[in-house]
């Protein structure tokens, strides 16, 4: 290593030492990312519903692009909604997310066009025969990719195929089709949406060693060899303050999964705290982003991260994990966690570092 100019270090402390406000998106792009976003979902809804009083000022923060320049919908483009009946097609509530894209010049990853949960009952309760449900999926994901074509940056088309060990998930598409779903999947949403980058997405798929992970790296690598455009890998990133991946370890599975598509990307990151909050779980959570942003900077193939909301109690986790919560950057009050302010200082510390080493891996190579 060499040590760092004067001039470098002295850039290096005026930006750590200025306040950080609304910039993100900002820092990511300036880092070498495509984005920084944070999904979103219809007002009124779901968890959102009880708290219609902070909508204007959650509106503002989430307007900003210096802050999210992406989202996602967090329900809306799901087979619940979207086609809750056979045939019955509904774009309203992937719309509201879509169209807040649109108007605000953000960049959308849309979610997810085959998963096991939150799909239409009629779904579950058909007793199909395999060339009905390959029926089934294939027009689904042509109504609803068809609808969206152009709009998406990226899809998820197939979301959690995986059990922990790494074995398939006994999902109605896997009973009735075996591995076969995944690849017309990947097949129809090509054909669909030939610019959307297509990505496999799941949780626990993060740290290198874990058998899901090996199973990522599978389920990928058969829909290659099949012939299958497969873009992406998307790490949800569904994360835990007191027990974390290391910075190694998210660069060693972004890069293992770097070798079989072209990007990867931490698609729905959050982490939980186990209540009650206290600053040393703060202080994990705020190492636990920060080596988010680490390994996103560092390794070349990850275009961005997408935070799962960016508001406490608009997020899933109290009503899914008892006893778990405040795992966003924003506080009930609108006040910052510890978490955002050590983002800012990541990604300033990674940009001056990559402008004082511009011959080693540095962002150079992205612009
Ligand atoms: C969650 C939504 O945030 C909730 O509003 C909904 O009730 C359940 O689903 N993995 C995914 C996301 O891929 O779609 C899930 O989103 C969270 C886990």
Known sequence: MRAPSSVAAATALLLLATPATAQ??????????????????????????????????????????????????????????????PRLFNFTEGDYVADLAASQGKLLRCHALVWHSQLAPWVEETNWTAPALADAIERHIRAVAGYYRGRCHAWDVVNEALDEDGSYRQSIFYR??????????????????????????????????SPKTAGALRLVKMLKDAGLRVDG???????????????????????????LVDEVAFTELDVRIKLPVDEQKLQWQKECYQKVVTACVKV????????????????????????NGASLLWFEDFSKHPAYDGIIETFKSLIAEAEEQPKRRSLGWRA
């Not at 990511?28 to 979902?41: H, I, K, P």
Request: a negative charge; aromatic letters at 14%.
């Open 233 to 259: 890998v998307g790490m949800q990133a569904h994360l835990h303050a007191d027990n974390h991946p290391s910075a190694e370890d998210l660069i060693a599975t972004s890069e293992a999964y770097a070798e």
């Open 300 to 323: 070349k193939a990850c275009v961005g991260i997408t935070l799962w909301d960016f508001y406490d109690p608009f997020s899933w986790v109290p009503h899914v994990f008892p006893n």
């Open 176 to 209: 009735v089709l075996g591995e076969e779903y995944l690849r017309l999947a990947f097949r129809a949403a090509a054909a669909a949406d030939p610019d959307a980058k297509l990505y496999y997405n799941d949780y626990g798929i993060e740290r290198p060693t």
């Open 24 to 85: 993100l998106h900002k820092l990511a792009v300036q880092a070498g990312l495509r984005y920084f976003g944070a999904a979103t979902d219809t007002p009124h809804q779901r968890e959102r519903a009880p708290y219609p009083e902070s909508y204007p000022q959650y509106d503002a923060i989430l307007a900003n692009n210096d802050e999210f320049g992406q989202t996602t919908p967090t329900n809306g483009q799901k087979w619940l909604f979207t086609e809750p009946a």
